[in-house]
């Protein structure tokens, strides 16, 4: 073998030493390249679920603090709507309150009723004794009916007729523009038993407030039941009536909240 075909050989040799390194090296870079992209999209990946979840913590956080809100809102409504009932139906008993004032004008129609008082008190104490408080302008009226009353229990319980004794110590006059907060009565009487341990209120103020208190929840139907019926049948016969309404209710709402306020 001469030098050139030695020559030959060596280059040959280096050649593929070459092409060995190559490929080796390519091989590498290869490698390197998809282990770069694997942990790269996991990185990515875990960004992005790090990002989805704290976009959802965030969204039920928004969602929770909406619902809060709304809760509040709708019990601020409701609470507006159930001032806007308690007032309406207050001013039902106001108006009910002045027409009492009315009973004790009509003399003939109210010593009937001062007798039919009297004679439920006695009903109700069945005491052989008692004592009698009115108003200092009914006493005339009271005295007068005192024996019709007392027969009249008498026959309906089967007894003796009670004694009655009218206290010098009057109620309270009737309401008027110079006692406007003070203590008032609209009528009536008080029975009480000579010792004070039983008493019967009967003036028409306490059986007001007993009739109200007993018929509260059918006048609240009726009357909050009966409004949003007829709001319905004007919005079917004439909406432009039904509009005005539901705008007169909320104006009436919102007007009471700002005098509470």
Partial sequence: MNDGDVSRQIQQMVRFIHQEAEEKANEISVSAEEEFNIEKLQLVEAEKKKIRQEYEKKEKQVEVRKKIEYSMQLNASRIKVLQAQD??????????????????????????????????????????AVLLRCRKDDVPLVESV????????????????????????????????????????????????????????????????VAFNKKLPEVRLVVFFGMHFA????????????????????????SSTTEKE
Wanted: charge should be negative.
């Fill in 231 to 254: 709001y319905l049948f004007a919005l079917v016969a004439d909406p432009q009536v039904a509009l005005w309404s539901g705008c007169c209710l909320k104006g009436r709402i919102e």
């Fill in 87 to 128: 007032d309406v139906v207050n001013e039902m008993k106001e108006s009910a309150a002045k027409e009492l004032l009315n009973v004790s004008r009509d003399h003939h129609v109210y010593k009937t009723l001062l007798k039919d008082v009297i004679v439920q008190s006695l009903v109700r104490l069945k005491e052989p």
């Fill in 146 to 209: 005192l024996d019709s009353a007392k027969e009249e229990y008498a026959s309906k319980v089967n007894v003796h007729p009670p004694e009655i004794f009218v206290d010098n110590v009057h109620l309270p006059p009737a309401p008027s523009h110079h006692n406007a907060h003070g203590p008032f009565c609209s009528g009536g009487v008080v029975i009480a038993s000579r010792d004070g341990k039983i008493v019967c209120e009967n003036t028409l103020d306490a059986r007001l407030d």
